[in-house]
């Protein structure tokens, strides 16, 4: 006769099936390529910020963690380069997202550090204090390159065939029936006129694509270090989508608001938040966080391009708001705050009566 199975045998087979099938659920869906930078802010008038959380992807990060409350955070993955000297501040800062982060130790290198120099009129110059460490898609776990649906990069034509590539090869080691969508941030030194034949072959790898409206100027040789008119931006937005029909495409323009390319030519302009400048303290970085929002709006409306906007101008509106990333309250571990409100889909569902 069989001996009988115990109970707490089974109880416990049950519960890591349990613990197995709910953590395959957490896996995130939205990340970024784009590497965290500290930065050092100094300002014309001799005052310091320090240990200040930057990078583009960064920002794209906290414009996607924004729509995101509690467990959701885990639908967010992000991949931190930490050096010996990594701020342990700055550890506590990013474990306060409660999204899913996998952090890669370099004790022989500094973490990635920047210095921002602000001088007359807001120009602001920029230099590596100590130099990036790139994330690359082999960072990235097994389980994140299956789950993920949309990935925001931001680098120049080059990087870009290097990442898409070493991705797609992980997807068909991995067997990924599904592939991940990837948003293009084009670099802005590398939107040169005579870099457009690169540019060209560079977004062929990309499904969403998203300069600012100088970057798209410049680089389609239509205006170069000038303020640019809607009927500009407009010009730029249907010639990107000509020249890729495969993608979406969404101009970024500032106070302006951002254009998205419908069909037939046509163009839908969706307005930046906030319109008036006492809102508004420091915009480094909110092109990265209308990115992020878009991915999330471009996954919840099922790839709406106006309503994906909307989530990017809200997103943006959080990061103007203050010098860095947007701070995030809790009330007792439950209610999330951001800033000082209203909530995102309050601002979201403002937005979308404007238009």
Same mark, same amino acid.
């Given at each position: ?42 300002? &014309?008038?001799?005052? =310091? /910020?320090?240990?200040? @959380?930057?990078? *583009? !992807?960064?920002? $794209? ?128 030194? &590398?939107?040169?006129? =005579? /870099?457009?034949?690169? @540019?060209?072959? *560079? !977004?062929?790898? $990309? ?149």
């Amino acid at each position: 006769m069989d001996a009988p199975v115990p109970f707490f045998s089974t109880s416990c087979c049950f519960l890591f099936l349990l613990l197995l099938f709910f953590s395959c659920l957490m896996q995130p869906l939205l990340g970024s390529v784009g590497s965290l930078i500290i930065d050092d802010i100094r300002y &014309a008038d001799g005052t =310091e /910020n320090k240990d200040v @959380i930057g990078g *583009a !992807g960064m920002f $794209a990060i906290y414009g996607m963690r924004l729509w995101f409350p509690g467990d959701d955070a885990r639908k967010i993955g992000y991949v931190v380069h930490c050096g010996f000297d990594f701020p342990e501040t700055i550890r506590k800062n990013l474990d306060s997202l409660k999204i899913g982060l996998k952090y890669v130790m370099h004790q022989d290198k500094h973490t990635t550090r920047g210095l921002n120099t602000f001088g007359d009129n807001d120009h602001r110059d920029f230099e590596y204090v100590h130099p990036i460490i790139r994330t690359t898609p082999d960072d990235f776990p097994d389980e994140w390159i299956l789950s993920m649906s949309i990935v925001h990069i931001i680098c120049a034509t080059d990087r870009t065939d290097e990442i898409v590539k070493a991705w797609r090869r992980r997807e068909k080691e991995l067997n990924k029936k599904e592939r991940s969508l990837f948003l293009w941030e084009p670099l802005p030194w &590398a939107c040169l006129p =005579e /870099n457009y034949p690169n @540019i060209l072959a *560079a !977004g062929q790898h $990309a499904d969403i694509i998203s300069p600012n409206d100088e970057e798209a100027a410049s680089f389609l040789g239509l205006a170069q270090g000038a303020d640019t008119t809607k009927e500009l931006v407009e010009e730029c937005v249907r010639r990107l989508a000509r020249d890729f029909p495969h993608a979406a495409i969404v101009v970024r323009a500032g106070k302006k608001g951002a254009a998205v390319a419908l069909d037939q030519g046509k163009v839908a302009w969706i307005p930046a938040y906030w319109t008036t400048p006492d809102r508004i303290v420091d915009v480094t970085g909110c092109g990265n966080a209308f990115c992020g929002g878009f991915m999330v709006g471009w996954l919840e409306s099922k790839g709406d391009p106006v309503v994906a906007a909307a989530y990017g101008s809200v997103a943006a509106s959080y990061v103007a708001e203050q010098v860095g990333v947007p701070s995030l309250n809790t009330n007792h571990g439950k209610l999330e705050q951001w800033n000082h409100g209203p909530a995102p889909r309050d601002r979201l569902a403002e937005l979308l009566r404007r238009l």
